[in-house]
């Protein structure tokens, strides 16, 4: 290959900076997995530790060199950082490594882009990819002409930008708003109708990867898009599911979470994550062989928290027991009441016992609380 090849945008050299938090190795190890899910096949990964981010580079400038070396070993068409960046050093990343740069949001929205299946998830990917192009939108993009839009396949906001500004920004986010709210009132009719026939829901919620579709799938026998890749799945698919003594639920799956999830995607994911905010209960989905499950799932409470689920009733599911060596079965507290099932989706292992403590979770529900209005974005 000479040196004037196109750059590689199956390449990628990625950066981590450890500021002191411990967290650090397993997000790390994480950025990992989610470029290889965005579909790069070769990275080269450089790291440092500093106490805090350099004004002008993020990194400073001796690392500024390392990732131009890197960069150029693989002819790397991006260099994506596991940080929040502000414009200005995206910007200068950028005029200084002649490549793409992204930042961890950006990175997580290319694979949301990619993976968006419905036109509702579509939507919402457009217009969280437009608001966070707006806080970019500063002046000076002349530079980026070139070089944007490497390491996507999806042709997102992202290469067109030259064309867009502030007023067609503005316009096309309205457009995008009022799509979704009419999508959004439409769901609320049918979770209202799901109300008035007594259905009881359960949404299947966890950090991504941790095998919700899987157990979605073993539950309903569904055949829902799974795979060893964050952010799997997108949007929201509801099966209705039949439980031991002849009672019924809707069982909905839904997109996964990921530390430090940024928050204008919550904002725009809120009408997929909104059959989670109404549901009778919720499986929150533990992948019991990761290193990580602890932290993992504090980060979903969090999130629920922030989308208003917080106060949903909770079956803590442990998967992948299999990996684990764990057993299946019930734990109940000194109470008798459920506080963890394990289950293997993959194996089946467990899975007649979770059957048996949704149908006790159903039952304790007499009167049943009135649907509120949607949440206006
Ligand atoms: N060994 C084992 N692997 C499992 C089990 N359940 C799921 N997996 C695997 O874990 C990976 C992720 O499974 P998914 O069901 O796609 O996970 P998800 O939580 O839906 O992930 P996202 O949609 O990306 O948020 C897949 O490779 C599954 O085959 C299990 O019980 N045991
Ligand atoms: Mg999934």
Redesign the pocket.
Known sequence: MSATAAPDTQAAVLVSLDFGDPGYQEGAEELVRLVESAGVARHAAVRGRRARPDPKFYVGSGKVAEIARAAAGLNAASVIFNHELSPGQQRNLERELGRRVLDRTELILEIFAQRARTSEGKLQVELAQLEHLATRLVRGWTHLERQRGGLGKTGGPGEKQIELDRRYIARRVRVLREKLETLRRQRHVQRRARARRDVFSASLV?Y????????FNALTRAGAY????????LDTTSRRIWLPQGGAAVLS?T??FIRDLPHGLVAAFRATLEETVHADLLLH?VDASSAARDEQAAQVDQVLGEIGAGAIPQLLVW??I??AGLAPGIERDEYGTIRRVFV????GAGLADLRGAITEAAKPRQARTPVPEPLSL
């Not at 990867?209 to 157990?215: P, S, V, W």
């Open positions: 966890g991504t990867n941790a095998g919700k579709t899987t157990l799974e795979a060893d890749q964050l952010f799997a799945t799956d997109v996964g989905v998967n992948k299999d990996v293997s989706a993959r194996s």
